[in-house]
């Protein structure tokens, strides 16, 4: 237990570290324009975060873990960030798994709160097969659906996130890959003479990761992503049963 607390601890405080509110100078360099570029790329950054892994729970399975998206840079047409000087920024987020008995459904809770951003959402993964004994060269295939709340000082809105997730179960290393589509709406809501004006952008995701246990129950994974055309990364770690 100590070593799992001592991983825990390094792995947030890293994280905090990085994530060291991008958004902080959203008031000062926001314009109207360039909108819709920051709600696309706030999205896909979001929305990254959805899986890791293609294999449902079941009942009386759980997950809890911490995730981090990033993306290694704002798209060119994200003049808000670039302008305030943002190279790679990411969200965090930190979720709860269980599985519902006899639906073949696990439900998620998941949330994050730092700094004036306050997001919480929730969704289902459904379990389009899982391999066995004798299917166990098969991928794992899920399908997951996500809806989160946002509000930041100067904003507020949803974020929808539809993924198809598959993952080989097999020892040690766990190789995954998916592909998600997010539709985001963010609305101004804390900037005089702009609140009130409201942005929608959609976008695809594609990802390709691995995980791996390091002790028992507990796993890591790394993941390489495209979100939205632009260049991520994926990492975490949680305890699944």
Do not use: C
Not at 38 to 43: A, L, M, Q, R, Y
Request: net charge neutral; aromatic share 16%; no cysteine.
């Amino acid at each position: 237990m100590k070593k799992i607390s001592l991983l825990v601890s390094l792995f947030l405080s890293f994280s905090f570290n990085l994530f060291a509110d991008p958004f902080e100078d959203f008031k000062t360099y926001f314009s109207q324009s360039d909108f819709k570029a920051f709600v696309k790329d706030f999205g896909g950054v979001l929305g990254a975060n959805d899986f890791n892994s293609g294999r449902a729970l079941g009942f009386p399975g759980f997950d809890i873990g911490f995730d981090m998206a990033i993306q290694k840079e704002p798209a060119s047409g994200n003049k808000i960030l670039k302008n305030a000087g943002v190279k790679s920024f990411g969200i965090p987020m930190v979720h709860g798994s269980v599985g519902i008995p006899l639906t073949g459904l696990d439900f998620t809770l998941r949330g994050f709160s730092y700094s004036g951003l306050n997001i919480i959402g929730g969704g289902l993964r459904y379990n389009i097969f899982k391999s066995g004994m004798i299917t166990k060269f098969m991928p794992d295939l899920s399908a997951m659906l996500y809806y989160d709340k946002i509000n930041y000082d100067y904003f507020k809105g949803s974020h929808i996130s539809l993924d198809i997730v598959g993952s080989w179960d097999i020892p040690i290393v766990k190789p995954f890959a998916g592909i998600g589509i997010d539709k985001t709406k963010l609305e101004i809501d804390g900037i005089t003479g702009f609140d009130g004006i409201d942005e929608s952008a959609s976008g695809s995701r594609y990802t390709l990761g691995v995980k791996f246990s390091p002790l028992p129950l507990v796993y890591l994974y790394g993941a390489y992503s495209i979100i939205h055309s632009e260049k991520g990364y994926n990492f975490g770690l949680g305890v699944r049963f």
